[in-house]
């Protein structure tokens, strides 16, 4: 009798997995690069084996439970594209302990390919603001850089404007600052059959007629929270590595700037994420709020969600001095600092490409 009850339990167990694994067959596959929360709730399958003992089977994910992808591009936070605004929303939600990566001056052979391998591997999707001027550049250059960018949208990450060439903003005259800008993402439409929506200015500088290009084109300021200084420490992995780390655990989380086109940039990328893997498990075992690695979509709501207390904390400002916040008001001394290994030319059309592991320009 207990023979026979046994092997009716491993038949019904039997028919409920082969049920579920037919189930998840046919299911639609979900492209694991697209944007969504990675919380799901799962359910469990078991069979009961010999001795009686549950055994998992397989794991189902509910259908109710799969979120829908998040929007892209989504509204405006920062419409009349105000600089200092742009600054503090870079910081997120306060103490969410949300991490956003960001990349600069690529796409460019050699690096950004590695970084879209580690990145993928790690099941991360970040911001990649890039310079257009490798994208018409001599070949093979030209035909590299094309494919890179493709694959860093198909492997789920944003694109953003960083300009053609890396240059100053404000030393420009209004017809070259629309052109750096313009052109540049006349070039990332052409290349990935989209039109960036995030906008970073090189060295974070800034100017009046930069802040009228961006309202009229509906474009949004992306600056960051913690600058590697990557620029500066050069061939030194594990200094990048570390400081990017130690402003982390300051600012509990935040939007981080490194560049891929620095080898020694993209090596400390896995050195951080194996720091946040660490770090994690501990805060865990304590109780705390682990960190979150965020895509772009995801965190910009986030910092949607500390939008009421910006505007709140700058309208007392704005009362206490009797005027309104003007578009530069409170930027840090440092904020214009990010140097760059791309070419900066006096002329667009004499801008010669560099290697990327030059020492950058001051």
Known sequence: MLAFRAAAILAVGAAVATGALMALSNAPVHDRRAMRPTRVHRQVIAAADAGGDAEPVAEVIAPDDVPEAAVWPPALLNPEGRLRLAWDLTLGRPNSHEILFTFDDGPNPGTTDRLLRILDRAGIHAAFFVCGWRMEAEEPLRT???QILRD???AGHIVGNHTVHHRVLPQLTPEQVRYEIDHNADLIEEVIGQRPHLFRPPY???SEEVR???VRHGNELWLWSIDSRDWATVNNAEGVAERV???IANHAGGTVLLHDTH???????PKILRWIEETNRERVAQGREPYTIVDPARYLEGARARLPMLLAQQGQESGRTG????????????AAVEP???PVAEDPAVAAPVDAAAPPHD
């Open 323 to 334: 005027r309104a916040p003007s578009a530069d008001s409170a930027v840090p001394a440092d």
């Open 340 to 342: 760059t290994t791309g």
């Open 263 to 269: 080898p020694w940039s993209v090596a400390a990328v």
């Open 144 to 146: 590299r850089a094309r």
């Open 152 to 154: 860093t949208l198909a």
């Open 204 to 206: 974070g500088s800034y």
């Open 245 to 247: 780390i130690l402003n």
């Open 212 to 214: 009228r290009n961006l």
